[in-house]
């Protein structure tokens, strides 16, 4: 039966109540036990982005006109982003609502660019990636762009050979990750900007993951290869702040290389009683809360307070890889560079192990292809490194005796 209307309020305690009750069965990541899907660098950094959030908590970003200080935070943001990303003087970009609105965006002005500059017949085409985000395919949808999805080379970056082999004249775009979701590798960045170059395409790097975690692993002298701005070629970025950006959720920025392509994200009308609209973004309404609160993560931690937290997260990962990678019959996926990895075997079922690892109270991150666990980490995982891997070790062990045979196959989130 569908619930009815309550007739009348509650008071705040009751209501606490209730939302404590509901919450009983989310996985508690505080915990730690969750080893992907939260990006924590501390109780003081949250705590920075929850109040900030909470300031700006009923002011609403699309009047920009309203609240100059939302205004001006925004353009901050941006312009910090523009320096971390390498963007010329004539770079220029917004913020958006996450990763899927900044990807959207970018389809957006390319498709709008490409109409009104260097129209192609029939629908336009888009080449990415198999390993690139749903999010792609989704804007596709929306605005009416063929999507062509390439296997990855054995390596699982971009297979930009095969990429350049499936350009038609209806291409307007590639797309390269930095890093993609599923294995966790930068794709060759370099090589997609010759080839877009070269065809004269439109190329989008999502870095919605790496943007604000990539400049500062360099900084401390991991070898990332050259993924943003720098790179010739390169069109536009996205980079989400609520990611490890650590912001609060609802804070993402698109970025063009020239303000003549992101000329071509916005909305204008005025054919309506109210008179002229005009937003940069897809979304109307816009919680003023996320621009603060990642103008304020970006100015409490600064350089160094992110290069602090990526060395603690490259630690992090190097114990986890390590340890993995000394358990018999597991193997780490391709060369990783950042804060995600996977992990299979050719010598066991991966997901009965899997299966393990949550009946021991983990929240465990699947991938498909190859049949693998995901590991996505930040400053979360810090007090479990040990239990993770001796959990991980004995049902390993379990799986390989065959105390424990199959494990379930669906792949979801
Ligand atoms: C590589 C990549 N791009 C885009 C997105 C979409 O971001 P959002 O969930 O903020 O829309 C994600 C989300 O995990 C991602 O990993």
């Not at 804007?139 to 971009?158: C, E, H, S, T, W």
């Not at 909305?267 to 109307?284: L, P, S």
Request: some cysteine; overall charge negative; charged content about 20%.
């Amino acid at each position: 039966m569908r619930k009815a209307f309550p007739k009348t309020g509650l008071d705040w305690a009751e209501i606490k109540e209730q939302l404590l009750e509901a919450r009983k069965d989310d996985v508690d990541w505080r915990g730690g036990k969750i080893t992907g899907l939260v990006y924590f660098a501390g109780d003081d950094v949250m705590q920075v982005a929850q109040d900030a959030y909470t300031m700006f908590f009923g002011e609403n970003a699309v009047y920009s006109g309203v609240y100059p200080s939302l205004a001006m935070m925004e353009s901050e943001v941006i312009e910090l982003t523009l320096e971390l990303l390498h963007g010329g003087e004539s770079a220029a970009g917004s913020m958006s609502t996450g990763g899927t609105e900044s990807i959207f965006l970018a389809l957006k002005a390319a498709r709008d660019w490409s109409r009104a500059n260097r129209p192609v017949d029939g629908t336009p085409e888009i080449i990415v990636s198999l390993t690139a985000h749903p999010a792609f395919d989704r804007a596709a949808g929306y605005l009416g762009m063929k999507i062509v999805r390439i296997p990855q080379a054995p390596d699982f970056r971009a297979d930009v050979s095969a990429m350049a082999e499936s350009i038609t004249r209806s291409t307007i775009m590639l797309v390269g990750s930095a890093p993609q979701y599923p294995h966790g590798v930068i794709d060759p960045i370099a090589d997609l900007g010759e080839l877009a170059q070269s065809r004269d395409l439109w190329l989008h790097v999502d870095a919605c993951v790496g943007g604000f975690i990539a400049p500062f692993v360099r900084k401390l002298g991991y070898p990332i290869p050259d993924f943003d701005f720098a790179v010739p070629g390169v069109t536009s970025i996205s980079a989400d702040v609520h990611k490890n950006g650590y912001s609060a959720k609802g804070a993402s920025t698109v970025l063009y290389s020239d303000s003549e392509y992101f000329g071509y994200q916005g909305f204008e009308f005025d054919q309506w009683a109210r008179g002229r609209y005009a937003t940069n973004t897809f979304m109307g309404s816009r919680p003023g809360g996320a621009v603060a609160s990642a103008w304020a993560v970006m100015h409490y931690l600064g350089e160094e307070g992110y290069m602090r937290i990526a060395q603690e997260v490259m630690h992090i990962r190097e114990a986890l890889m390590d340890g993995v990678n000394r358990i018999d019959g597991l193997e780490t996926f391709g060369d990783p560079q950042l804060t995600i990895f996977t992990f299979g075997s050719t010598a066991f079922d991966i997901f009965a192990v899997a299966d393990g690892l949550s009946e021991a109270g983990w929240y465990v991150n699947r991938i498909q292809d190859p049949a693998g666990i995901h590991l996505m980490l930040s400053l979360v995982q810090k007090p479990v490194l040990e239990e993770y891997l001796s959990d991980l070790s004995y049902t390993v062990e379990k799986v390989r005796t065959g105390r424990v045979t199959r494990g379930k196959r669906e792949v979801s989130y």
